[in-house]
């Protein structure tokens, strides 16, 4: 008696054929693009202390933070000893609630309190 043979696997479509493409199904489902916290790009009213010292146009508060570091290098206020500590002058010691000195990480705090 003879049986009937089943079909060899070459016979067989290969599962390859029926998947879509990877490339197709990714650009189907593209992610939108990030947008930029529009919060960090919100321009801030300057307190009249911090005005004196980076000027009183409204900024960013990312701008802010540029301007006292221009300030901070352009002024030498940067203790040769310990780059972490900055050195108050006049201008910066009000903005610092009269510490002579802060550390770069402090210098945020304070500087956030002027800002509205």
Do not use: C
């Not at 990714?26 to 939108?32: C, D, E, I, R």
């Not at 310990?82 to 705090?109: P, T």
């Amino acid at each position: 008696m003879a049986t009937a043979k089943k079909p060899a696997a070459s016979a067989k479509k290969p599962a390859t054929a029926a998947k879509k493409p990877a490339a197709a199904a990714k650009t189907a489902k593209a992610p939108a693009a990030k947008k930029a916290n529009t919060a960090f790009m919100k321009p801030m009213t300057l307190s009249p202390v911090l005005a004196a010292v980076i000027g009183s146009t409204p900024i960013p508060r990312t701008e802010v933070t540029k301007k006292i570091w221009e300030y901070i290098k352009e002024h030498k206020l940067q203790d040769e000893a310990n780059k972490r500590m900055i050195n108050g002058d006049a201008k910066l010691i009000e903005v610092f609630q009269g510490k002579k000195q802060v550390s770069m990480f402090e210098m945020a705090k304070y500087i956030s309190a002027h800002l509205s």
